[in-house]
């Protein structure tokens, strides 16, 4: 990919996601498996907000309720049999899609099912069968859920991969998304451009084609 092809990519950035008003030029939550997991609960359907207002404000609260790192489960999942509590700290009673529970309940039930597979922290998880399946199985979660929490903790899946090729390959018009080597070319090039690192590159695509899927199947 040459020069022309990293500039094209930058143009549709600063078109379709300009980093002033996009909120997700950030690295997710690496190394912090609680922020991803309540990330990946409270973003669906909701506005992300700012550090103050909407999922990171959730995050938070549950980080200074915490006052310790966020990379231990058992921390939520100690909630799953009586989410008041966490409902309390977090201040937050939105409820998953198809209105099964809250979130929070469902990110204490999910907390739960993890760590009973021993994946505790964010070097446990990884993207196995069964770990998707603990949380594709609570009620009102789904494939997105998962999807969001491994690339939160920067694990990349097929599914991730092939959305950030998309936003590739539209950015380029080609007739067919990059190969794998072209767009980690890409996307390190670009990163260097504007200064940031490939992961948050990616999550910023990333997100930004999730969105406009959304927006496409409601139509």
Known sequence: MSTA????LLDHVD??????????????WPHEIEAGLLDAAFSARATYGTPTTGVRAVIT???????????????LAAHADEPEGLLAVLNNRQRVPGNYTTKAEAVASAA?????????????????????NAIVGVPG???????????????????????????LGEALDLEAPPSTADAEHLVASAA????????????????HQR????VASAR
């Open 192 to 207: 260097v451009r504007l200064e940031i690192t490939p992961a948050t590159f990616t999550h910023a695509v990333w997100r």
């Open 112 to 132: 739960r099912s993890l760590t009973e597979l021993g994946c505790t922290t964010s070097a446990d998880l990884r993207d196995d069968e069964a770990q998707r």
């Open 141 to 167: 979660f789904g494939a997105a859920t998962w999807e969001c929490l491994a690339m939160q903790l920067g694990i990349r899946t097929a599914e991730s991969h092939r959305l950030v090729c998309e936003f």
């Open 15 to 28: 078109a379709k996601l300009p980093r002033e008003s996009w909120p997700h030029w950030t690295e997710g």
């Open 61 to 75: 609260r549950w980080r200074d309720h915490r006052a310790a790192p966020l990379d231990d489960l058992t921390a």
């Open 211 to 214: 969105a406009q899927r959304r």
């Open 5 to 8: 092809h990293v500039r094209a």
